[in-house]
Every structure is written in structure tokens, then in C-alpha cells.
């Protein structure tokens, strides 16, 4: 983790707000690491006395996610479980990967800071947009140049491919509450995630996936990629949508769509690991 482009920060161990009753860690709270560890980042970087101050404008574009890939160690389970009151903080690493015309991908890396084990290793791609009518525009030249001189690769472009549901899915819908806007006035992109899981539960009740039987965040995800094509807002009616791959059970994926449109606006794929299938039920 010695790497000259990495920043890092102390991430705090996880409190009660990320388990449910059973006691289990729930996996969409994997979303939320991310912005708290930047802000954490930037907030240590304001506060340091060798950082000079300017006066800066209002910048006239916005960030927003477009995919974001994660892997779960299997160790993170046992971590998260049996060593809650064993250290109060994980080791965590940041730092870009690569950019595109409009679009750039960081990693962030949480370790254990006792035995230095990598537990969560997550790529997110940001696309630069305008702050008016929020399509994506070139790389601003700051970005660009802040890039180039840490040596960042720039590749052509960071698209992903799509998903195609079959003909059987398990369909749930709900409306966009107050509480899941963020200070863009939109559906925050850590609840999308949480809305899959709310629906897998209900199709874990209703006995749609083989082999899933229990609470979902009983079992240990491995994988997950997401999506975002489009944005929700307050009022907005969702359909959430999920099914189970016929030859590898362990995946599971989730479509969201937007007042009855076509195009969805959220894509998901899960990537359990195989034996917490076949755990028991706490």
C-alpha cells in the first residue's frame, strides 16, 4: 500500500447503523465507505497547515457516479463480525486509476490496520456533467493536469455492458421518499442499492431464488457492479425488478425503472460467495 498516489485516511469502524436485527452487515452500506472517506480526505487537507488557500469560484460542473465495481473479501465477514471491539478503525486508501474524455475512476482500499489484510477493494467512475442541463462535458483542464502529473493512465472510455432481463422476474414497486433525496435534490445513489436489497427481500419471503432461504444480508457478497443511466427525485415511482442467473444461482440482478419508462435507470449484479449459501440461519 506504499504507493506515492495513494491518499490515506482512518475509516471508522462501522456502528450499529450498519447491521440489521439479526446482527448481519448490510452489504449496501458498502455504497456509503466511499463519500465518507473523501470527505474525511479533503476535510484532512483543509485542516493541514502546509495546504495553501485560494479563492476559488463556483465550479460550472458536477461529478456524478456512473458504475461502481466492488469485491468483499471473504475475511471482511469475519472481521466485521467477531472484531467489532478489537480496533476502532480500518486503514483506508484513495487514489485515481485511470480518466476518459468526460469521466475518471478512483479506487478506494479498506485494510485491517493490524494485520494489513485488504478487506474491500472498490472502483467507482465519476462523469463530469454540466451543472445546468447535467450532460457530460470534457474533462475540466485542472483534472486533466492534476492527472497527468501523478501519472494517472487515460483510457478511451469506461463504458460497461448492459443488462437484459428474462421473460420471469419478481417485481416490486415504491415511491421516492423525502429522505433518500441528497443535496442535489436528487435520489442519492447509495439508496438505489438499498432498494435491490428491499426488494430481494421480499423475493427471499416469497420463495423466487433457489437456494437463497433466509434474511439477504445473511449471506456474504463477493462481487457487485451498479449502474446509473438516469437520475430519481421526490415522487418518483419506481420499479424495482430482480432475477437469478439459471447456471450460476450465487448471481443475483436487479433493474430499476422510472415512472413506467423503458430505459432503466439503475442496474445491479450481485456475486455472492457459493458456501454462505448453504449457512445457517442465525
Known sequence: MNDMQSDFVKYP????????????????????????????????????????????????????????????????YDVTKNERYKFDH?????????YGNSSYVSQLTL???????ELVNTKRCLVVVDTVNKR??????????????????????????????????????????SSSIDIYQHMNYVEYSRLCFDCASFAVQKGFYKFFKHDI??????DTLRLHSDEAKMGDLLKVITWQEQTRPEMIYFLIFKNDEKQAIFEFTCIFYKHSMTLPKL
Request: glycine fraction near 2%; charge should be positive; aromatic fraction near 14%.
Open 13 to 76: 469502524f462501522f456502528d450499529y447503523r450498519y447491521y440489521n436485527k439479526f446482527g448481519n452487515f448490510c452489504p449496501w452500506q458498502l455504497d456509503g465507505i466511499a463519500p465518507i472517506a473523501r470527505y474525511i480526505n479533503s476535510h484532512l487537507k483543509k485542516r493541514s497547515k502546509t495546504e495553501t488557500t485560494t479563492n476559488r469560484t463556483k465550479p460550472d460542473y458536477l461529478s456524478f457516479t456512473f458504475w461502481i465495481k466492488t469485491h468483499v473479501e471473504e475475511k471482511f
Open 90 to 98: 480500518f486503514d483506508c486508501y484513495l487514489k485515481p486509476i485511470n
Open 111 to 117: 485494510v485491517h490496520p493490524i494485520t494489513k489484510t
Open 136 to 177: 457530460p462535458i470534457p474533462l475540466p483542464a485542472h483534472l486533466r493536469e492534476k492527472f497527468d502529473k501523478a501519472g494517472v493512465p487515460s483510457i478511451p472510455n469506461n463504458k460497461i455492458h448492459r443488462l437484459q432481463p428474462p421473460s420471469k422476474v419478481f417485481e416490486m414497486k415504491v415511491e421516492v421518499p
Open 217 to 222: 444480508d445473511h449471506y456474504h457478497l463477493r
